[in-house]
């Protein structure tokens, strides 16, 4: 079944650069979390050079998914329910997409040509009224490369998902363990299957 979703979702966003079989195998692979910091590194650097080619907002969409076996059933699924609620908002304005799988989990990335701060309050939108908004981090970046916060544009910061607390202090603090927060994603993704709740 997994394979199945790998291969829709490269179908409908990848950008072509390699092979499906090269995203099962990544997706099959084991990480360690020096891992995690490469694939991170890989990105940022990968996220400039798109921005720098296109001269437009960028948006990135991960699974907040803690660990480092961030390639499950339940991360795909749930970057599969974002990443076409993404595309019905932005239809015509996307001038890139790509579908990758890393360390990091599957990725989602777009080019989108509209003005950053339009483009935050939109996916901002999505992270904290959506079911499963809460499970993604949307991080969203301007024509120049900088990123946008919430605060920048007058919103709340995040709360934990798990506690409603600020998500930067959990996080500060380490105050859920990796099973809690994984428990959390799973009812929360069993939830949405269970319920058939629609997120549109
Ligand atoms: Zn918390």
Redesign the pocket.
């Known amino acids: 079944m997994d394979k199945n979703i790998i291969r829709s979702l490269y179908e409908k966003y990848s950008s072509k650069k390699y092979d499906v079989s090269e995203l099962i195998n990544k997706y099959d692979k084991k990480y360690i979390p020096e891992d995690v910091l490469s694939a991170r590194e890989t990105r940022v650097c990968r996220q400039e050079k798109l921005i720098a080619r296109y001269k437009a907002s960028l948006i990135s969409i991960r699974v907040n998914y803690p660990g480092v076996r961030k390639n499950n059933y339940i991360t795909l699924y749930i970057i599969k329910v974002l990443y076409s609620i993404i595309v019905e908002k932005f239809k015509n304005k996307i001038l890139y997409h790509d579908f990758d799988i890393t360390a990091e989990g599957p990725i989602g990335t777009l080019v989108i040509n509209e003005l950053k701060e339009n483009v935050k309050r939109i996916t901002v939108d999505l992270e904290e009224n959506l079911f499963l908004g809460r499970c993604v981090d949307i991080d969203v970046y301007g024509k120049m490369g900088e990123s946008i916060s919430r605060r920048e544009l007058g919103l709340k910061d995040r709360k ?1 998902y ?4 600020s ?1 930067q202090s ?1 996080v500060r603090e380490r ?2 363990g990796i099973e809690e927060v994984e428990e959390f994603i799973r009812k929360r993704y069993e939830d949405y299957i269970k319920y058939s709740i629609k997120d549109e």
């Open positions: 934990c798990v506690c409603q607390r998500a959990c105050r859920h």
